[in-house]
T-cell receptor, first 113, second 114 residues
Framework: DTAVSQTPKYLVTQMGNDKSIKCEQN?????MYWYKQDSKKFLKIMFSYNNKELIINETVPNRFSPKSPDKAHLNLHINSLELGDSAVYFCASSQSLTGNTIYFGEGSWLTVV | AQSVTQLGSHVSVSEGALVLLRCNYSSSVPPYLFWYVQYPNQGLQLLLK??????LVKGINGFEAEFKKSETSFHLTKPSAHMSDAAEYFCAVSEGQGAQKLVFGQGTRLTINP
């Protein structure tokens, strides 16, 4: 069983569309994250949630809206996609806010054309 | 704020040679430090972590790293490189208690020559 799973793995879409990436963890963790890896492979945190509550929002455009229906799920919805949104989006989880290991999913490769 | 610098965006070694990937950090608090590996078109896999216990940390696949506070370094080493080690390696420091927010270095691509 995959610990942190995200779908879809690959997504190609046109500018202006709205798309979602889903993430689920079966580790029983309280804290979940979204990280973005750009074309230069630079990784940066976007959001973190703890028990469905938003903890970190790293000045991400409000076209990006995370939603956590329960602590095992953290979905990322992106409105009005732009070319610059093309990236790899990684979901991750940790046992708690003070947990010392973050487990990453396999990534979702988003290409906006 | 915490930051990480990885010296060398690309390191190339021969199979069987020593692997040394350099990482220096900046942190205003005792840091938690991590090394992750990313194989082509795959996710991030934790290699090892330092969480204020032993300064020499052993990880998976024969890798280890030593935390040196005086040098603010956390270099990753492996005595003998294998072809399967070819990947992108990321050093990261946590911002805050635990690993709640990781700040990553820019990555080092490791190439293994036969």
């Amino acid at each position: 069983d995959t610990a942190v799973s995200q779908t879809p793995k690959y997504l190609v879409t046109q500018m202006g569309n709205d798309k979602s990436i889903k993430c689920e963890q079966n580790l029983g963790h309280d804290t979940m994250y979204w990280y973005k890896q750009d074309s230069k492979k630079f990784l940066k945190i976007m959001f973190s949630y703890n028990n469905k509550e938003l903890i970190i929002n790293e000045t991400v455009p409000n076209r990006f809206s995370p939603k956590s229906p329960d602590k095992a799920h953290l979905n990322l919805h992106i409105n009005s996609l732009e070319l610059g949104d093309s990236a790899v989006y990684f979901c991750a989880s940790s046992q708690s806010l003070t947990g010392n290991t973050i487990y990453f999913g396999e990534g979702s490769w988003l290409t906006v054309v | 704020a915490q930051s990480v610098t990885q010296l060398g965006s690309h390191v190339s070694v021969s199979e069987g040679a020593l692997v040394l990937l350099r990482c220096n950090y900046s942190s205003s608090v005792p840091p938690y430090l991590f090394w992750y590996v990313q194989y082509p078109n795959q996710g991030l896999q934790l290699l090892l972590k330092y969480t204020s216990a032993a300064t020499l940390v052993k990880g998976i696949n024969g890798f280890e790293a030593e935390f040196k506070k005086s040098e603010t370094s956390f270099h990753l080493t492996k005595p003998s490189a294998h072809m399967s080690d070819a990947a992108e390696y990321f050093c990261a420091v946590s911002e805050g208690q635990g690993a709640q927010k990781l700040v990553f270095g820019q990555g080092t691509r490791l190439t293994i020559n036969p």
